[in-house]
């Protein structure tokens, strides 16, 4: 039998589970229920995670049981409002009220909230103080970060605001996971090649197909050198896109740039001249093989490009449980 507590976890806006598969790795929680209303991510979670994912729009999760934790982050399209009025209280901002109803109902000791690091300085700064202020109004001590995932064992940039609040009283106080990398300082960031070439992927894993380009993509590829882009390509190649966005070629001895969904404008190989799968995406994001995304590409895609990458979510999960476990020694 297991000597660690398990923590009574929720999870909203839960997607294919990437945040919710970080804190599972730490062997310390059971999740009692997570939610999404995007059918396939649902569909992924339940056949690889567990059936404890309620499929609905959050505004019908009614009658919710009592956790330590409360995990999840509503997408904040809503907040980016060019309002002079604007206030939580604009209906646009609706997943953001659900997340405090949710969090008011439950009463954890602890929640985490996930977001993009432009949050932060979203209009001006006045969106994140907001949020900040509802959030303690729940009787919480709120505080807030911006961590990026290649600090803590993942072969990506990815910034992410987090967002951790306390229930007030509990006479403790949460840290951040310190980063298990700093080059220079110390260690060695996880690189594409780490993820995606040294352990190979069998052709038989799941999410491994490759897309075809088109002739005038195949063209271009061959002049992208690793880490280049459009911007390589003769001109006569080149279109009116980005040109240091389009067609970006990872590299094989550098973390990957932020993996997102872009309509399936994925990044390419770093040496073949194609696209990364979804499987790759996968690796990259430190989601296991054996997880299979369900639904049509775009929608795997989409997926992917939502989670919070595993070992950024381990690292923050295991900072949760440090808090709880401190606060419960303290009895
Ligand atoms: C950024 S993703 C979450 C990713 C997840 N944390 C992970 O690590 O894999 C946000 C999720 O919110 C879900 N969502 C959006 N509107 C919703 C609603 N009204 N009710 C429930 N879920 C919603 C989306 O389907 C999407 O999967």
Redesign the pocket.
Known sequence: MSLKKKYRLI????????????FLNTDCVEILLA????KY?CESYANNIGNHIVC??????KNLPQADIL?????CQGFSTANPNRSLDDPRN??FK?YVRVLSEVNPDIFVM??VSGMVTLEKGIVLKLILEELENQNFDVQYKILNAKHYGTAQSRNRTIIVGTRKGLNRTYKYPEPVVYPPLFGQFLTVGDVIIKNPISEYVHNHDVSKLSALNEERIKFIPQGGSMKDCPVELQNNSDLKRAMKRLHLNDVSPTIVHNNNDHYYHPIEHRRVTIREMARIQGYPDDYIFAGPKSEQS??VA????LPF?FHIATSVINYLNDTRESY
Not at 35 to 38: H, M, S, T
Request: charged share 20%; no cysteine.
């Open positions: 999870s909203l806006f839960s997607g294919s589970g990437g945040l919710d598969l970080g939610n999404d209303n995007n991510a609905d729009d959050i505004r019908n999760l995990i999840g982050g509503p997408p609706w997943l659900e996930e977001n989409r997926q939502n989670s919070v990458p979510a």
